[in-house]
């Protein structure tokens, strides 16, 4: 080998190691992200776009919505938290109900949520210290929402990793968590007339708040 193409043979090789490295970088930075600080910066993005617009956006449900999925769906796992949702039946779902499902049962949530949006307050937040273990698959992000009355209600996150980092699959309000909820809420119904049935009945829901 020429000394020509020993020179161009190491810079191929150094360029590869630089992609490489580049590439490490990215995804360690995505994972460093920690389960609080999804929260904190999601709830910062909402505060800053809420201002001084509730009053349009009250008036405006298709722009509030476009608002909440901005910010929200980077950051939630919406196929996790359906199948966790569908449990038994997702095994049994075809990849198209599964698909069909995953976007009913999103549009849901966001729907569902929309008009407590409105009424969020950044300085009404306290994301509490992490307790928890970010070793783990799973874990919770607790926090505190202080109501007008003085009354606080503990808000907390279920939380999942992936390769892209930590990401939202439930909110528990009160104890009472969205996913387990809705899961026993579409159960029976399920049964009584499959998924397909329960997908037809959530997307019509959709169209009719569409159309108010």
Known sequence: MTMKNKAIGAQLATSRLMVILV?????????????????????????????????????????????????LLPRFHRRY?????????????SEEE???????FYDHLMHLY??????????????????GDETKKRTRVKTIVLLE???????????????????????TIEGISYVRNFKAEINAEIQAKGLDGVIA???AEKNNGAAE
Not at 98 to 104: L, M, S
Not at 149 to 171: A, C, H, I, L
């Open 23 to 71: 590439t490490c970088l990215l995804s360690l930075s995505a994972l460093a992200e920690s389960p609080n600080s999804v929260i904190e910066e999601a709830a910062r993005l909402l505060d800053d776009a809420l201002e001084d617009r509730h009053d349009e956006l009250k008036e405006d449900k298709e722009a509030l919505y476009a608002l909440i999925d901005e910010i």
């Open 81 to 93: 938290a359906a199948q966790l949702v569908l449990a038994k039946h997702w095994r049994t779902a």
């Open 114 to 131: 929309a008009e407590a949006v409105l009424d969020f307050d950044l300085a009404n937040l306290q994301v509490l210290p992490f307790r």
């Open 98 to 104: 599964r698909n069909q499902f995953i976007d009913a």
């Open 201 to 203: 009945r959530l997307e």
């Open 149 to 171: 009355d003085g009354t606080k209600v503990p808000v907390n996150y279920g939380m999942v990793s992936n390769e892209s980092g930590w990401k939202m699959f439930d909110v």
